[in-house]
């Protein structure tokens, strides 16, 4: 084959795989566009029922566990594409990751770096010169003593280039002196008993250097003295409480040093006091309740006493006594009720009897009044006649000078009808006459 022939095929070759190269990277970008859209109709639906909001943790826990599984996949695209030199491509993508998450670090430095190498006429000898200033940055943080600045630098590199060995090194022994640091300034703190900041400092190494010899030892020893100082505090706190009359609250506070250190015998004692205490008193005052006859707050009263530690049984005597005396009293007031209405009931009648018989003895006199009426109005007729005839007889007296005849005949006749006026006349006469004498 002729050297035109080769060179023409060797052409043809690298333009195939330069296309090869590029439908891979438009595939990538394809994947990563599909990616973003299938985020965009991420959704778990409307919460709307009870039973969807008891589960809204979990659906946030899993959305959120998606979106980041997601954003990995598209991270790894934008690296790809980093890698070969798009780096306008890998700057949309990681532009566009850091729009859905600010806090993705590595989507972070990988943007920074794209930033800086955009527009880049030979991509591979931009992207090596960047990586050596990082790393030359890095270097000359690490000589002014700024571990944290240099550390940063070096981490950048790693994530670039990951077979980066030399900054792998140098990130390596930053990372382990300012472990030693956290280490060193954790111990001062612990000979000065604090032991909070003990446990931070200790923290902080250990992520820097999760082999740091001895020091999870040093950090579970420092933990359970934090566990009993904390308990102590809290203890402390809850006998101030006790103090102060606030029994549930120093109750609760117990509880919470308990939760702290489960097997500490002082709060378990002073636990026990207290629970002791609060159900005597409301025993005591169930008793009172009970005496004043308020059964069903006694009741509630020696429940309470149960739930701060009183036998069950011997509430349970008391409640049934209780329940047993307002089962007495209610009886009591049924039949007192019942006989009160007897009693109404019987006098109602009573009355009713009385006064129809006085109807009806009302009714009876009426009628013998009735039937009497026309007997003395003929009395009362015969006595008018009967005067009539006395004064009568009267005059004959009075005529024939008889004058004492006439006088009684008249006096008769006056008795007989009272309203005989000429009875009456005649008697005046005979006064006027004589004086009243015979």
Do not use: C
């Not at 050596?132 to 070096?154: I, K, S, T």
């Not at 102590?232 to 609760?252: C, D, F, M, P």
């Amino acid at each position: 084959m002729r050297p035109a022939t080769r060179a023409g095929l060797a052409a043809l070759a690298l333009l195939a795989g330069a296309a090869g190269a590029r439908a891979q990277e438009a595939a990538k970008v394809r994947d990563a566009e599909a990616a973003f859209l299938g985020m965009s109709k991420l959704n778990l639906g409307a919460i709307s029922s009870d039973e969807d909001r008891k589960y809204l943790y979990t659906i946030q826990l899993e959305k959120a566990r998606l979106t980041r599984r997601t954003l990995r996949g598209i991270y790894e695209n934008a690296f790809d594409l980093y890698r070969s030199g798009q780096f306008e491509a890998a700057n949309e993508l990681t532009r566009r990751i850091l729009a859905i998450d600010p806090g993705y670090e590595d989507a972070a430095v990988l943007h920074r770096a794209t930033l800086d190498l955009k527009g880049a006429s030979k991509p591979m000898a931009s992207e090596r010169r960047l990586l050596d200033d990082r790393f030359e940055e890095g270097l000359a943080l690490y000589r002014q003593g700024r571990l944290v600045e240099a550390a940063q630098r070096w981490d950048e590199v790693v994530k670039l280039s990951p077979t980066n060995f030399k900054a792998r090194y140098w990130l390596r022994k930053a990372r382990g002196e300012l472990a030693a640091e956290h280490v060193a300034r954790g111990r001062k703190a612990y000979a000065q008993h604090r032991l909070r900041e003990t446990l931070d400092q200790w923290y902080a190494a250990l992520v820097l250097n999760p082999r740091y010899p001895g020091l999870t030892r040093d950090i579970a020893k420092v933990e359970a003295e934090a566990r009993e100082q904390d308990a102590n505090e809290k203890l402390q706190t809850a006998l101030n409480l006790y103090s102060q009359g606030r029994v549930v609250e120093s109750l609760r506070t117990l509880d919470a040093a308990l939760e702290v250190v489960p097997g500490n015998v002082k709060a378990q004692k002073l636990q026990a006091e207290i629970r002791a205490e609060v159900a005597n008193q409301h025993v005591a005052e169930g008793r009172r309740l009970y005496e004043e006859r308020r059964y069903d707050e006694a009741v509630k009263e020696w429940k309470q006493a149960v739930a701060f530690g009183f036998s069950p049984k011997a509430a349970d005597q008391l409640v049934a006594r209780a329940r047993e005396a307002a089962r007495r009293e209610e009886a009591e007031r049924r039949r007192a009720a019942e006989l009160a209405q007897k009693r109404a009931e019987e006098a109602k009648q009573l009355k009713e009897e009385q006064a129809a018989a006085d109807a009806k003895k009302k009714e009876e006199e009426q009628k013998a009044a009735a039937a009497a009426a026309p007997s003395a109005a003929a009395a009362a007729d015969t006595a008018r006649q009967q005067s009539q005839q006395a004064y009568l007889a009267g005059v004959i007296f009075f005529q024939k000078g008889d004058y004492e005849k006439a006088r009684d005949s008249w006096l008769r006749a006056k008795q007989l009808d009272p309203s005989n006026s000429d009875a009456a006349a005649g008697l005046e006469k005979i006064e006027q006459l004589y004086g009243g004498g015979r």
